[in-house]
C-alpha cells in the first residue's frame, strides 16, 4: 500500500474536529492531561499553520523560522471561530504539501532530515495521534488506525522523534548507554533501540541534571552486556504506545490489541522512563 499523506491527513484533521464539536471544550484530554479539548483543537490549528508558512516561504535555517514565528497569530479563543481556522489552516498546509516534492530542501527542527518529505510525514502522524486525543476526549469509539499508517507511526518515532533528543544534550554532559530494546511488530523485528541516559552538572548553577534518551542500534555501537526487552503487539497497540498513548490502548477494536514488554526488569524500567519523559 502506498500511503496518500494529503488525504490521511485531512480525513484525521476532520475526525479530529467532529469529535471536539461533540465534546464539552473545558474537558480534559485523557492522554495529554494539561490540555483541554478546545485547546487540542487550538493545538491542531496552529500547528498546521506554523507548517504551512514554513514551506509557503521556503524558510531553511533557523532565521527564516524565527521570522516566521514573530509574526505567526495565535489561533481565536473564539470557539465559534475555532472549526473554520483549523480548516483554513488544514486547507493552508495541504495546498502547500501538494506543490512541494519530498526531496525539497525545507527547515525541520531535527537537523538530519531537512527535506518537505519529512514535514509531511510528521503531520501525518501528528493528525493521527491527536485524532486519537480528540475522540478519547469526546468519549467515542477510537477509528482504527491503518496498519500501514501504524508501521510508518512506529518508524518516525524510532528514526526521528527519540533520536531528535539527542540534539539537545548540553555539552557540559555525559552519556552513557544503559539498555536495549527491541520492537517486534506482528512478530517482525522493526527495529533494535539503544536506550541511554545523560547526566552532569549544569555549570552556571550547579544543578544535577539528566533524562533518558533513545535512538537506533547501529552497527557500530558497542554495548556490551547490557539489560535487554522486547517490545511487540499489533502496529496500531504498539504506534499509539510509542507516541505516549498506551491509554489509549483499551479503546482499540479487536483481542489482542496490546503491547507485550518482556525481558530485564531493568530494561522495562528505562523503556518506562523513556516514555514518561514523553515524545521530543
Do not use: N, Y
Request: glycine residues 6%.
Amino acid at each position: 500500500m502506498v500511503i496518500h499523506a494529503a488525504d490521511i491527513i485531512r480525513e484525521e484533521s476532520e475526525r479530529l474536529a467532529a469529535a471536539l464539536a461533540v465534546a464539552d471544550p473545558e474537558r480534559k484530554v485523557p492522554t495529554c492531561p494539561d490540555w483541554v479539548a478546545a485547546a487540542l483543537l487550538r493545538h491542531l490549528t496552529e500547528v498546521q499553520d506554523f507548517w504551512a508558512s514554513v514551506l509557503a516561504k521556503r524558510a531553511t535555517t533557523e532565521a527564516d523560522v524565527a521570522r516566521i514565528e514573530g509574526s505567526a497569530t495565535a489561533a481565536a479563543d473564539d470557539p465559534a471561530a475555532a472549526p473554520e481556522l483549523r480548516r483554513a489552516a488544514t486547507d493552508a498546509l495541504l495546498a502547500q504539501l501538494d506543490s512541494r516534492g519530498d526531496d525539497e530542501p525545507a527547515w525541520f527542527w531535527f537537523s538530519p532530515e531537512q527535506t518537505v518529505g519529512v514535514i509531511r510525514r510528521m503531520q501525518l502522524h501528528e493528525a493521527t495521534i491527536h485524532r486519537v486525543d480528540a475522540e478519547l476526549t469526546a468519549g467515542l469509539t477510537l477509528t482504527p488506525i491503518d496498519s500501514e499508517v501504524a508501521h510508518a507511526g512506529v518508524d518516525h518515532v524510532l528514526q526521528v522523534m527519540w533520536p531528535a533528543a539527542f540534539e539537545w544534550i548540553p555539552e557540559w554532559a555525559t552519556v552513557r548507554p544503559i539498555a536495549l530494546a527491541e520492537i517486534r511488530l506482528d512478530g517482525a523485528e522493526r527495529g533494535q533501540l539503544l536506550i541511554s541516559r545523560w547526566s552532569g552538572t549544569r555549570p552556571r548553577d550547579g544543578q544535577e541534571l539528566g533524562a533518558t534518551v533513545a535512538r537506533p542500534l547501529t552497527d557500530l555501537d558497542e554495548v556490551g552486556e547490557l539489560p535487554r526487552a522486547v517490545v511487540s503487539g499489533p502496529p496500531a497497540a504498539v504506534d499509539l504506545w510509542a507516541w505516549g498513548r498506551a491509554a489509549a490502548l483499551g479503546g482499540l477494536d479487536g483481542e489482542g490489541q496490546k503491547v507485550e514488554i518482556i525481558g530485564d526488569r531493568a530494561a522495562i524500567s528505562e523503556l518506562d522512563a523513556l516514555l514518561a519523559a514523553g515524545i521530543a
